[in-house]
């Protein structure tokens, strides 16, 4: 994937490329507890967050006078990763408000062992020898998490657990079409698709929205602030961030630094806004982790994928 927005950038040292990888990944896992901060219906923050951050990232572009024409063709190959970013934040936001940033950004991350198997079934990759263990480790932390205290959650609570998985499967659509428009099939740069993905994904959102009823209008402060800084560390400074450090580093160094994500989004949960917590969630939670990274690894290096914005 081409993953470059400048062609004069100058090149990172190793230990600056894990320094922004790292700081990237950090941005990112303050993206879940933006959305509870917002307290406004989870498509109405998803819409904002794709129309500011898209609104930015555009900006950013023509002021760097890196814009390129946009053609039809670009708009087209845009639509597919649209629709499942969208679909990914209508999912996750959900998700956040009803089990949890902390809980809700972790399975949405259950999203690379989806990678690994596509990979596997349409672009015959190997699969790492540590795939399958690595499933039963985070399923058995999912368990500790989520499935030892089953019969105590109520409904919505259940439904958030399920639409956190069914982000993490958007998420996947997303990648993997995003991945395929930037593999020479189309001439804009990273950074400016990804703007103009993220404006399409706003219109698709915003019509959600008007079909639920829901209310877009920022009355408060507070709302407005928490939403401009979902769309700028989420949707922009997160992504310039990590897009320059990822192709500088390890595979396997890249997916330990992207479970920062997770795993802080779990302790800001906690510090926060006081989630219940016990030794058994924070095993599961360690044992989750430990399970994405097995799923990461693999016999040899791949290929680095865009992110978002768990986004």
Do not use: C
């Not at 428009?181 to 915003?206: D, V």
């Amino acid at each position: 994937m081409n993953t470059s927005v400048s062609t004069t950038t100058t090149p990172l040292a190793p230990s600056a490329a894990v320094g922004r990888m790292a700081l990237g990944a950090m941005l990112l896992s303050t993206t879940s507890i933006f959305v509870v901060l917002a307290q406004v219906a989870p498509t109405v923050s998803a819409f904002y967050r794709m129309l500011f951050g898209g609104a930015m990232l555009l900006g950013w572009v023509a002021l760097g006078r890196r814009w390129v024409h946009v053609r039809a063709q670009d708009l087209a190959l845009a639509l597919l990763p649209a629709l499942g970013f969208s679909l990914d934040l209508i999912f996750w936001h959900r998700s956040i408000l009803w089990v949890g940033p902390g809980v809700a950004t972790l399975l949405t991350n259950f999203q690379v062992f989806l990678m690994a198997l596509v990979g596997w079934w349409v672009y015959r990759e190997r699969l790492g020898r540590w795939f399958l263990p690595g499933i039963a480790v985070a399923l058995a932390g999912l368990w500790l998490l989520v499935g030892a205290h089953w019969s105590l959650f109520d409904a919505r609570h259940r439904l958030g657990v399920w639409l956190g998985l069914a982000s993490g499967l958007a998420y996947t659509v997303y990648l993997l079409s995003f991945r395929r428009a930037l593999s020479g099939h189309t001439r804009l740069s990273a950074a400016q698709f990804l703007g103009l993905m993220s404006l399409l994904s706003a219109a698709l959102l915003l019509l959600w929205g008007l079909v639920e009823g829901d209310a877009f209008a920022l009355v408060k402060v507070r709302g407005w602030s928490a939403l401009l800084a979902l769309g700028f560390f989420g949707q922009v400074l997160a992504w310039l961030l990590m897009v320059r450090a990822m192709p500088l580093l390890p595979a396997s160094l890249v997916g330990l630094l992207l479970l920062l994500q997770p795993a802080l989004a779990f302790v800001l949960d906690v510090l926060l806004f006081r989630r219940p917590t016990g030794s058994g969630d924070w095993l599961g939670l360690v044992l989750a982790l430990a399970g994405i990274l097995l799923g990461t690894l693999r016999t040899r290096p791949a290929a680095p994928e865009p992110s978002d914005d768990h986004a």
